[in-house]
T-cell receptor, first 112, second 111 residues
Framework: DADVTQTPRNRITKTGKRIMLECSQT?????MYWYRQDPGLGLRLIYY???????NKGEISDGYSVSRQAQAKFSLSLESAIPNQTALYFC???????????FGPGTRLTVL | QKEVEQNSGPLSVPEGAIASLNCTYS??????FFWYRQYSGKSPELIMS????GDKEDGRFTAQLNKASQYVSLLIRDSQPSDSATYLC???????????FGIGTKLQVIP
């Protein structure tokens, strides 16, 4: 089984809808991240969490919120989706400073 | 704003040649540097990490770091068609609070 999983893998939704993307990990890492990837813009950090009680905004947090339900679960919500939130979303985990990040398979989100 | 800059490519090299991928970063406080490979539609996976000036070799891959010039590179020897992918350069600050990624360089290895 994959160490970092994301659900759903693909989602098409309409403008104004609320949507939640979920991430689960079995690696036992404290640090979890949400990124979005757009062509020509690379990976951009939305939110990150160093433990259940420590959640921080990244460079593009407007329009998004997160919840760290447990060490293993980190969810990203779009309260009212808009078309420019159409992107590929990745969850990642890392064990700590100086370590690599391990990415989930991604969620392709389309907002019509 | 902390930045990591890469040429988006594509960089085309013939099979068996050396591919050279380059990256510059703006934050002098950066301590850790990473190269990730990303196949189309897939998630990034770590190729190399480097933390000190000089070269680090792992199989066909060599990462080079020059902190004075704020420059990181990745050399791929004996390039194979399976190396065709986008290569993301990333840096992390001294506290490793978060990682900044470049836009990635698309590499095409021509058989």
């Amino acid at each position: 089984d994959a160490d970092v999983t994301q659900t759903p893998r693909n989602r098409i939704t309409k403008t104004g809808k609320r949507i939640m993307l979920e991430c689960s990990q079995t690696k036992g890492h404290d640090r979890m991240y949400w990124y979005r990837q757009d062509p020509g813009l690379g990976l951009r950090l939305i939110y990150y969490s160093f433990d259940v009680k420590d959640i921080n905004k990244g460079e593009i947090s407007d329009g998004y919120s997160v919840s760290r339900q447990a060490q293993a679960k980190f969810s990203l919500s779009l309260e009212s989706a808009i078309p420019n939130q159409t992107a590929l979303y990745f969850c990642a985990t890392s064990p700590g400073p100086t370590d690599t990040q391990y990415f989930g398979p991604g969620t392709r989100l389309t907002v019509l | 704003q902390k930045e990591v800059e890469q040429n988006s490519g594509p960089l085309s090299v013939p099979e068996g040649a050396i591919a050279s991928l380059n990256c510059t970063y703006s934050d002098r406080g950066s301590q850790s540097f990473f190269w990730y490979r990303q196949y189309s539609g897939k998630s990034p996976e770590l190729i190399m990490s480097i933390y000190s000036n000089g070269d680090k070799e792992d199989g066909r891959f060599t990462a080079q770091l020059n902190k004075a010039s704020q420059y990181v590179s990745l050399l791929i020897r004996d390039s194979q068609p399976s190396d065709s992918a986008t290569y993301l350069c990333a840096s992390a600050d001294g506290g490793y609070q978060k990682v900044t990624f470049g836009i990635g360089t698309k590499l095409q290895v021509i058989p």
